[in-house]
């Protein structure tokens, strides 16, 4: 049962429960615990199991509650361009969809004065209400119950983001974009100054502070943009790093003095246990060494990385060298805003890795014939790890979040997959002979199970071929906060 005071998990006496719904639920099934199933042994050096419990919930054997997944790098206000990038590639992407995009969440600026003194939310525009309002239903839908969002540099439009978040009962990190830099910000999309940029900063803190003062639900994260845009100092922190070939190219041209890209970002003391990199595509091994040390966190976005040709980021590596990752979706770099799609995009990657040819001739098998090359596949369970686990301590929530052990905040979600049967032949109910009457059988979304299936077989399922239509329900801290009848 979950307390309703702190949302926490106190205990698995289901029938105590009635709060939130849950009595209706526990009461139709007893409960099969199966947390062995994503266990297959060592993840990395802190925490050797892949341990997420799942519990059935349903006589069809087709429903298990899940943690709620964790979102390490989302861009809100970018999301109305979800699915648009054309060609592009980072540098000429951010020109051509991203800055056009985040410039519409600002606010009139005082006629007096030509700035925008409000920090209020309502002040935000109505565009920006709307659409960040719908990035929390799209997300939680699709069981994102945490997640650690960029906004834009607008102050009332990033306090409006952080209010929705905390009264739809989303889990949240909010940064309001700092980028200051004339050498690379367009003009219409820039902060006045450092101090201009410090100033907004605080102000959105201070909002947070406000809002959630115990930050229960939602908190503030320092976010410049990158090391091209300028930086800034400790609390939660995210930035990104190590992209893009050009981008690369153009950290050395901006910063000839640094010995690399992680090391601008620790000139500045940017790395630390809060830190949240994200992408990490090119990192050098100095530079993975550096990140370990300042126990600074990755972010992987495989989508993102595909889409706009950035490369591929050695994950089975990272993890190895004992880095913390977690997923991130990167919307809109990435087109998706599931964190199941993260998860799935992150197999595929590992995959294409592990047999792509330079990646070979780098990692030569070893004296058991099996190259690092074919380690780099990332199973099912692994990828699960990453989105809950891992994204957990990518945000520091480790042991808050990401699993079901007690105490631990139920931020859950509920999975359903479809309980496909084989008809028997009747005039109404039949296709063919012998065939599957979907419509009748009434699958749900993509997932189709024939009754045969282990756990382990239906969550690889789930992986596969799942999206939003699977998620029945989300909790976040034990507040019903999605559902799908
Ligand atoms: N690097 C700097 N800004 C961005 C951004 O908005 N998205 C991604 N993917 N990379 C960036
Ligand atoms: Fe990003």
């Excluded at 009264?167 to 219409?188: E, H, I, K, L, T």
């Excluded at 993102?304 to 994950?315: D, E, K």
Aim: with cysteine; charged share 20%; net charge negative.
């Amino acid at each position: 049962w979950v307390s309703a005071a702190d949302g926490r998990i106190k205990g698995w006496d289901w029938q105590a429960s009635d709060e939130n719904g849950f009595a209706e639920l526990m009461s139709r099934n007893g409960w099969v615990d199966i947390d062995a199933v994503a266990a297959q042994g060592q993840v990395n050096g802190h925490d050797s199991k892949i341990r997420v419990k799942i519990i059935t919930a349903s006589e069809e054997q087709n429903e298990f509650f899940f943690p709620g997944f964790i979102d390490t790098h989302i861009h809100a206000p970018q999301y109305p361009n979800a699915g648009l990038f054309g060609s592009s590639t980072l540098l000429d992407w951010l020109e051509t969809y991203t800055f056009p995009v985040e410039s519409r969440f600002g606010s009139p600026p005082n006629p007096k004065t030509g700035h925008q003194t409000s920090t209020d939310p309502k002040d935000a525009p109505i565009l920006a209400q709307q659409i960040y309002d719908q990035v929390i239903s799209r997300t939680l839908s699709h069981g994102t119950t945490c997640a650690s969002y960029y906004a834009t540099n607008h102050v009332p439009a990033t306090n409006a983001l952080a209010s929705l978040c905390h009264s739809r009962g989303q889990r949240a990190f909010v940064g309001r974009v700092c980028m200051d830099n004339p050498d690379f910000c367009v003009d219409y999309y820039r902060d006045a100054s450092a101090d201009d940029s410090l100033v907004a900063t605080r102000q959105i803190i201070e909002y947070i502070h406000t809002l959630d003062p115990e930050g229960n639900l939602v908190k503030p994260i320092v976010t410049p943009r990158f090391a091209p845009t300028k930086l800034f100092a400790p609390l939660h922190i995210q930035t990104h790093i190590s992209e893009n070939i050009n981008e690369l190219a153009l950290v050395k041209e901006l910063f000839p003095e640094a010995d690399s890209y992680a090391a601008v970002y620790d000139k500045y003391n940017l790395l630390t246990p809060r830190t949240i990199l994200a992408h990490a595509v090119h990192l050098t091994a100095d530079e993975r060494v550096l990140i370990r040390a300042r126990d600074a966190k990755i972010s992987h976005c495989p989508a993102s990385n595909a889409v706009l040709g950035s490369g591929i980021c050695p994950v089975r590596t990272l993890l190895d060298e004992g880095i913390t990752v977690g997923l991130g979706t990167d919307v809109s770099g990435g087109y998706s805003p599931s964190i199941l799609e993260a998860a799935r995009q992150a197999c595929l990657a590992s995959r294409l890795l592990s047999q792509s040819v330079p990646w070979q001739r780098d990692n030569p098998p070893g004296a058991d014939g099996i190259g690092s090359h074919a380690r780099e596949k990332l199973s099912v369970s692994e990828s699960l790890y990453l989105a809950t686990r891992g994204g957990a301590a990518v945000v520091d929530m480790a042991s808050d979040v990401g699993g079901f052990e007690m105490g631990m905040l139920w931020d859950v979600q509920l999975i359903r997959l479809g309980g496909v049967k084989l008809v028997e032949k009747s005039p109404l109910n039949v296709v063919s002979d012998g065939s599957v009457d979907l419509v009748k059988a009434g699958p749900v979304g993509n997932v189709d199970l024939f009754g045969t299936e282990s756990w382990e077989e239906k969550i690889q399922k789930w992986v596969w071929a799942g999206d939003d239509r699977n998620v029945k329900a989300v909790w976040v801290g034990g507040r019903l906060v999605h559902s799908r009848v």
